[in-house]
């Protein structure tokens, strides 16, 4: 298993996932079709063997079908009995109220992960 990398496109996010846990999804993702893009990355998460996982999640926007597929990530990391501790830290625009909620939305229906939740300004991170 080797780190992934992905730059970010008009439509698709950065992803930056090392085995050593640290794993990171920023941008927008607004893509019709979202399994052609994120069924690599869950199966990528389905083979990580680490005992903690730090992801960082910093969206602008994404769509619904992108949403499902984020979720379902999330799912397969928390149900993962290797790893141990499984934070994530939810990046938010000061003012983008539904970004937050759907964080709170997926924190609810998963079992082990800490949610932390991070807002940040045009002018670069707050609150860290």
Not at 2 to 19: G, M
Not at 23 to 39: A, H, N, T, W
Request: proline share 1%; net charge negative.
């Amino acid at each position: 298993m080797q780190n992934l990398a992905i730059d970010s496109t008009n439509s698709t996010p950065e992803v930056r996932f090392d085995t050593s846990g640290n794993l990171m999804l920023k941008g927008r993702s607004l893509i019709v079709d979202g399994r052609s893009f994120y069924q690599e990355l869950i199966e990528w998460v389905g083979l990580l063997d680490t005992e903690s996982v730090s992801f960082i999640i910093d969206f602008d926007y994404f769509n619904s079908s992108s949403s499902k597929l984020i979720l379902e990530l999330l799912k397969i990391i928390d149900s993962n009995n290797r790893i141990k501790t499984f934070n994530v830290f939810w990046y938010f625009e000061t003012d983008d109220e539904d970004i937050l909620e759907i964080g709170q939305i997926f924190e609810e229906r998963l079992q082990r992960a800490r949610f932390c939740y991070r807002e940040h300004a045009e002018s670069g991170y707050i609150n860290t």
